[in-house]
């Protein structure tokens, strides 16, 4: 029984911290996201805007 136990407290450990590393993973991700959006209609783009995505700030700086 002592045998089961170790493997189930490394077992949670382990998810504990694969949980914690996608979360701070998440974290960064969406806040660059949301960085990279806020700032994206400042600089000049070379490439003309045919993206699905791109017709809300198009619409919105109009």
Not at 6 to 13: E, F, I, L, N, Y
Not at 19 to 45: C, G, K, M, N, S
Request: aromatic residues 8%; glycine residues 4%.
């Amino acid at each position: 029984m002592r045998l089961i136990d170790d493997v189930d407290a490394t077992g949670a450990r382990r998810i504990r911290r694969n949980a914690y590393i996608w979360y701070r993973f998440t974290i960064l991700a969406v806040r660059e996201i949301l960085t990279r959006r806020d700032t994206v209609h400042e600089r000049p783009r070379p490439q003309p805007r045919r993206l699905s995505w791109s017709s809300g700030p198009k619409a919105r700086e109009s």
